[in-house]
């Protein structure tokens, strides 16, 4: 069992991690103060920059596969160096450190999971029409799957209709915790629905392509996540009230949606999981730092002897992660995603709970100045918990995780 990094895995990462330290954390102020001072649904400028330079650099769609020289419409070919799971996740660790820093290599959800799915599932008249803009970042796009009146984590009990009428599929519906929505660059949207109730319980779904522009598609407020209200991507309530979308909208077809939910979140988890890590990274640092540079009680804050057990923790914990998403990575590019099934189940269940203590440990160190916005602690906080929820709850993996142990004893 080898754990050396090879030079394409070092190499991408090292990438990464150079153009952040050298790019990326200099114009976060930046950033920030644009969002505080301008529009707060409006793309920010610096982003765009930012964005041109890591496309320049190589550093772009780091997880999407090319196709070669062909191109899908007159004007492109598709970009992506074809990482592998286990070296996107060690690129995808480096992005985490800033919330918003996936964007800046066209790495951001839910863009990567729409651009798989029509990348693996998409005809070429959705290729054409949606995938090349949003590899080329001129759009972004949404994932509408959770519904407010139902509990989505069971996603059999979704309520969205999608019905064929001639050469058209109408779509009516509710959803919400739809992320991307509020920005005004978001033009497509998939969606999850019920195009065949009489099917088995698990035929009934169906994923289909939407403009956001179509009549009938009204986003009808936006949530906030413990206040904060994730401008300029945001996430929103839509309502779909007799949409109508041509036929060719369809993804593989109707009642294929769990069979393109699983390809779509199965690396997507991973993908969190390691962002996650990059959190308590940055969060394991600002607490040792608060704590040498703090002094109570006649000796530093770092000298009481609870921090000892919490940093050694944290260290513990993120390396143990580390290791889990790499090999749930790594089993899903030797054997496919259902090889991998249980450790992604185990790594999205950990990873977030890991950053979250971390970042609570981080806050507790800052004292009062931890809850504030003068640090990004509390924020990432809100930002993290929302992970035990999306991409299905902790209760649902934690069930997948238990049955298979449970199964070992039950065949004696």
């Known amino acids: 069992m080898d754990f050396t990094l090879n030079d394409r895995q070092a190499g991408y990462r090292d990438r990464v991690r150079d153009f952040m330290e050298r790019r990326v954390w200099p114009a976060r102020e930046a950033y920030e103060h644009e969002l505080a001072e301008g529009q707060r ?13 890591a496309r320049d ?32 996740a060690l690129c995808a660790e480096e992005m985490g450190r800033i919330e918003w820093a996936s964007e800046v290599f066209n790495c951001s959800a839910p863009d990567t999971g729409n651009m798989e799915v029509l990348h693996r599932f998409g005809t ?12 080329r970042g001129e759009i972004r796009s949404a994932f509408l799957m959770t519904e407010p009146d139902v509990a989505s984590s069971d996603a059999t009990n979704i309520r969205t209709r999608i019905e064929r009428d001639g050469d058209e599929y109408v779509i009516n519906g509710r959803k919400w915790w739809s992320g991307g929505v509020g ?29 956001m522009t179509t009549p009938g598609v009204r986003i009808e407020r936006m949530l906030s996540v413990f206040g904060y209200d994730h401008a300029p991507h945001g996430f929103g309530e839509v309502l779909l009230e007799n949409v109508r979308v041509p036929a060719s909208s369809m993804i593989l077809g109707e009642g294929k949606g769990f069979e393109i939910a699983q390809g779509r979140l199965g690396p ?22 608060r704590l040498v540079a703090r002094s109570a009680f006649g000796k530093t804050i770092a000298e009481h002897s609870v921090w000892d057990q919490r940093i050694s923790r944290a260290r513990i914990d993120i390396e143990t992660s580390r290791l889990l998403s790499l090999k749930a990575a790594d089993m899903m ?69 238990a049955r298979a142990e449970l199964a070992k004893y039950r065949t004696l």
């Open 41 to 53: 649904w409006a793309p920010v400028k610096v982003m765009e920059t930012l964005k041109a330079e």
């Open 57 to 88: 650099c190589g550093l772009w769609n780091l997880f999407m596969p090319p196709t070669g020289a062909q191109p899908i419409d007159s004007t492109y070919v598709f970009e992506g160096p074809s990482l592998s799971n286990v070296e996107y």
């Open 124 to 135: 070429a008249e959705q290729k054409t029409r949606w995938l090349g803009p949003l590899m």
């Open 183 to 211: 920005d005004p660059r978001c033009r497509l949207a998939i969606v999850m629905g019920r195009s065949s109730p009489e099917a088995a319980r698990h035929r009934q779904q169906a994923m289909i392509l939407i403009d």
């Open 268 to 289: 997507g988890r991973i993908h969190h999981c390691m962002r996650t890590i990059g959190v308590a990274e940055v969060a394991l640092e600002a607490m040792c730092r």
């Open 333 to 401: 590019d030797r054997h496919g995603a259902a090889s991998a099934a249980l450790e992604v189940a185990l790594i999205k269940v950990q990873g977030p709970r890991v950053a979250l203590q971390i970042l609570d440990d981080a806050i507790q160190a800052h004292g009062g100045a931890g809850v504030s916005a003068d640090f990004d602690l509390a924020r990432a906080w809100a930002t993290v918990r929302t992970l035990r929820l999306a991409d299905g709850p902790d209760e649902v993996h934690e069930r997948a995780i």
